[in-house]
C-alpha cells in the first residue's frame, strides 16, 4: 500500500512524529505526542492524555466503518484540540462529514482530486444540527 497524502484543514506545523498504538501509550510509552486508535479502541482511554498529545490518528479500515465518526465526536466533546486525523479507507464524500464530527486532517489510502474534493465540501448550503465544526444550524439562523 502506497503512503498516503495528507489532506490538512488546519494552520499549525503537520505532526510527523509517527503515532504510536493506543495500548502501547497506555502501558509505558506516554510521553509520545501522537496516538492511532484502530477501529474499535476506546477514544475515551485517552481523556487524561489530551493536553499532552498533538495528533490523534484514527483507523477507518473501510469506508463502511462508522466507529472513527464517534471517536471523533468523543475527543471533540472531552476538549481535545490538537491534530485529529482520520487514516485509512477515506472517500471523497465521507470528508464533509468527518470534518462536522471534528477531523481537521485526513490521511486516505488513495488520492482526492482537488476539484472534486472542493465541490463536495461546496454540496451543502444550510447545516441543520450543531456539530464540532461550528457551524450555525439554518433553524437558529432563522429563530435566533
Known sequence: MAEPDF??????ELHEE??????????GQP???AVR????????ALIPYLDKLALIEVDFPRFRDGRGYS??????????TGELRAAGDVLVDQIDHMRRC?????AP???????????SLKRYDYRYQPAADG??????????
Do not use: M
Open 7 to 12: 489532506l490538512r484543514f488546519r494552520d499549525d
Open 18 to 27: 509517527p503515532a504510536v498504538a493506543l495500548d502501547a501509550f497506555l502501558a
Open 102 to 106: 471534528g477531523f481537521d486532517s485526513f
Open 31 to 33: 510521553n509520545a505526542s
Open 135 to 144: 457551524a450555525v444550524p439554518v433553524w437558529k439562523l432563522r429563530h435566533g
Open 71 to 80: 471517536s471523533a465526536r468523543t475527543l471533540r466533546e472531552a476538549g481535545y
Open 37 to 44: 486508535l484502530e477501529a474499535g479502541e476506546d477514544a475515551r
Open 109 to 119: 489510502y488513495a488520492p482526492i482530486d482537488p476539484e472534486v474534493l472542493d465541490a
